[in-house]
T-cell receptor
Framework: RKEVEQDPGPFNVPEGATVAFNCTYS??????FFWYRQDCRKEPKLLMS???SGNEDGRFTAQLNRASQYISLLIRDSKLSDSATYLC?????????FGQGTELSVKP | NAGVTQTPKFRVLKTGQSMTLLCAQD?????MYWYRQDPGMGLRLIHY???????AKGEVPDGYNVSRLKKQNFLLGLESAAPSQTSVYFC????????????FGAGTRLSVL
């Protein structure tokens, strides 16, 4: 079993749609959680940290459920510019562990 | 602000050749990392360093060596390149502490023929 697993993609959605990505992690001792965004052939960039209380940044909402070892990212009112690969990232033992990524394609 | 700079950006090698990838950061970060990314896969950790003069193995260290002689530089070496090492390589760095955000370089695209 992979340490961090994400929904297989790709997700193809129309503009304005709401889309949710799911991620599970295997090690209950994992310490910090993030969502990164990666555009085609470019470096990953931090989208947002994920906190147990849940956190929101504009159209993006992240949730963490430690009991279920589950992380989610919700994107509301999708824009064309949201098209990218979204990477779930977990810190364990001081190292970042990446999920394989979920590709999102937002169509007009 | 240069941030994290990787050189070269692209390289084509023949099997058996050697090369060194350079990662330089100007943010005085303690931690530095080398990852590789292959199609359909997330980033996999090759080696990392928690400070000048120290290195440690990651998930996929075989075929690679690293050095951290200066705090700002982290070098990744391929002594005898193999086609399986064709990949995109990313360097990253961050301040000490688990909650500090990693900053990535733009990547090095390496092809081994």
């Amino acid at each position: 079993r992979k340490e961090v697993e994400q929904d297989p993609g790709p997700f193809n959605v129309p503009e304005g749609a709401t889309v949710a990505f799911n991620c599970t992690y295997s090690n209950s001792a994992s310490q910090s959680f993030f969502w990164y965004r990666q555009d085609c052939r470019k470096e990953p960039k931090l989208l947002m940290s994920v906190y147990s209380s849940g956190n929101e940044d504009g159209r993006f909402t992240a949730q963490l459920n430690r009991a279920s070892q589950y992380i989610s990212l919700l994107i509301r009112d999708s824009k064309l510019s949201d098209s990218a690969t979204y990477l779930c990232v977990v810190i364990h033992g001081g190292k970042l562990i990446f999920g394989q990524g979920t590709e999102l394609s937002v169509k007009p | 602000n240069a941030g994290v700079t990787q050189t070269p950006k692209f390289r084509v090698l023949k099997t058996g050749q050697s090369m060194t990838l350079l990662c330089a950061q100007d943010m005085n970060h303690e931690y530095m990392y080398w990852y590789r990314q292959d199609p359909g896969m997330g980033l996999r950790l090759i080696h990392y360093s928690v400070g000048e003069g120290t290195t440690a193995k990651g998930e996929v260290p075989d075929g690679y060596n690293v050095s951290r002689l200066k705090k700002q530089n982290f070098l990744l070496g391929l002594e005898s390149a193999a086609p399986s090492q064709t990949s995109v390589y990313f360097c990253a760095s961050h301040l000490a502490g688990n909650k500090n955000i990693q900053y990535f370089g733009a990547g090095t695209r390496l092809s081994v023929l």
